[in-house]
Nanobody, 118 residues
Framework: VQLQASGGGLVQAGGSLRLSCAASGRTFSNYDMAWFRQAPGKEREIVATISWTGTSTGYTDSVKGRFTISRDNAKNTVYLQMNSLKPEDTAVYYC????????????WGQGTQVTVSS
């Protein structure tokens, strides 16, 4: 499945952004989806995941209560709603997919920059 992320930008601290990741190719509904991010000088970290059914989600501790991952299988799109943004959320955000039942995130989008100013 091919992934195309969008929605990044510059926002002030406390603001909101919604990232989108459009998928094409194979059956989107068979794939778990995730958002990762990588800040300058830091390793890539997983931010949020959503199961192929959409019934199970997970978040890294630093974004719990502020970010929400969701998916619309009819539109082949996964979203990341980011509220109460902080400067430390500044990073390049990537979407990724893995076929259901697999462990490795094998497909990656190109990344979208999110910059939060203080």
């Amino acid at each position: 499945v091919q992934l195309q992320a969008s929605g990044g930008g510059l926002v002030q601290a406390g603001g909101s952004l919604r990232l989108s990741c459009a998928a094409s190719g194979r059956t989107f509904s068979n794939y778990d989806m995730a958002w990762f991010r990588q800040a300058p000088g830091k390793e890539r970290e997983i931010v949020a995941t959503i199961s192929w059914t959409g019934t199970s989600t997970g978040y890294t501790d630093s974004v719990k209560g502020r970010f929400t991952i969701s998916r619309d299988n009819a539109k082949n799109t996964v979203y990341l709603q980011m509220n109460s943004l902080k400067p430390e959320d500044t990073a390049v955000y990537y979407c990724a997919s893995r076929y259901r039942g697999y462990n490795n995130w094998g497909n990656w989008g190109q990344g979208t920059q999110v910059t939060v100013s203080s």
